[in-house]
């Protein structure tokens, strides 16, 4: 049987996959996205199909499961997965509970925010950090809802390292991108020798869409960039010091001294929400996790400030920017990522399939 597909992707009056829809935002002189990308349902919807099940995602670091049989949840959009260090290696699957105790997704649960709820391992929960073997046991709830009775047959995801950072991707047969990975590590130096101490990951959530969050990390002035994978820029830290950013697209933004290196893992709770899953590396612990905190909360301000701009435009909240035209877009980084985003669902496929691999459920 041969399903067609039917994107559905419409509202605030645009059709969200047309081209149209991001021309303003790809001209010599671009402009901001329409505020839909920002608010809207159906777009997190869309960027689950063009992004999150088709994009490689950083997930953590293997420091955080450094002992055989510790698992590490991480929530790709609506889809609960999990990386566990076995005897083989790393291994990706998809939660045994995807979605929870329920027989169907709850309406409550299909809002585009994650929710509180002891079915952690869902995919429409909000996660729980790195559980340790030890509290694995058989009969213990974390056993059931990640990993069920026999893990061995749960549906897989690819898995794949870059450095200490662990990616997994849940399309059918994606490429890594090897080569480019290899260019942003020569170029960034953000891990070695000089930096040999990861800290504990620590989580800072903020009120704005995951794209300006990206946007407000890697704020600075462009230096290099490999097509829409990733871009690196030179900037400065709130006090002055020399640094490097880089946003590797979707979800991971590195920020990097001589001194130390900042992970940041992005990973959207709301669509007008973002936790930032932070570890470092240096040299002190202690003192660059501090250190990047807040420097995380000072780029973040910006973040949610433009969140706020984008949300209301069009809307009775500010009704002088009813029916004007969309503002510029100032930040390299943030053109660079309308770029991106644009790419992504230019390449989904959209005609006749055999099978549907994902469905998000659409009231």
């Known amino acids: 049987m041969t399903h067609r597909r039917d994107l559905g992707y419409r509202d605030e009056g645009h059709d969200l996959a047309d081209p149209a829809f991001y021309a303003d935002a790809l001209g010599h002189e671009p402009r901001v996205l329409p505020p839909a990308a920002f608010r809207s349902l159906r777009f997190s ?5 063009a992004v999150w099940t088709r ?25 609960g997965i999990h990386v566990q260090r076995t005897d083989d290696g790393i291994v990706a699957r998809f939660n045994k509970a995807q979605h929870g105790g329920c027989r169907a997704v709850p309406l ?73 990975l290899a260019s942003l590590g020569r170029l960034g130096g953000f891990f070695g020798n000089h930096k040999p101490a990861w800290s504990d990951e620590v989580w800072l959530e903020y009120a704005a869409n995951w794209k300006l969050m990206g946007q407000a990390l890697a704020s600075g002035t462009p230096a290099h960039s490999r097509a829409d994978i990733w871009m690196l820029a030179d900037t400065a830290l709130s006090d002055g010091t020399p640094a490097r950013a880089s946003w ?53 301000e910006r973040g949610e400030a433009e969140h706020e701009a984008r949300a209301l435009w069009g809307t009775q909240h500010h009704p002088q920017t009813i029916g004007a035209a969309l503002p510029s877009q100032p930040d390299a980084s943030g053109a660079w990522m309308q770029g991106a985003l644009a790419a992504r669902v230019a390449r989904m496929p959209r005609g006749d399939f055999a099978q549907p691999l994902y469905q998000n459920p659409r009231g």
């Open 45 to 49: 919807q869309l960027e689950d199909e």
């Open 55 to 79: 994009d490689w995602i950083c997930v953590g670091t293997h420091e955080a499961i450094a002992g055989r049989g510790d698992l590490l949840p991480f929530t790709v959009g609506t889809h």
């Open 108 to 180: 409550q649960c299909q809002t585009g925010a994650k929710t509180k709820c002891s079915f952690t391992s869902c995919g429409y929960s909000r996660d729980r950090g790195a559980i340790p073997a030890s509290e694995l046991g058989d009969g213990t709830p974390q056993m059931h809802q990640y990993l069920g009775l026999r893990p061995e047959r749960l549906l897989t995801a690819h898995v794949q390292s870059w450095g200490p950072l662990i990616f997994v991707n849940l399309d059918v047969a994606p490429a890594w991108p090897a080569e480019e």
């Open 248 to 300: 590797l697209f979707p979800n991971l933004v590195l920020l990097a001294t001589e001194r130390s290196t900042a992970i940041v893992n992005l990973q959207p709770t709301a669509m007008g929400q973002t936790l930032c899953r932070l570890s470092t590396y240096g040299s002190d612990p202690r003192g660059d996790r501090l250190l990047w905190r807040e420097e995380i909360r000072f780029r973040a």
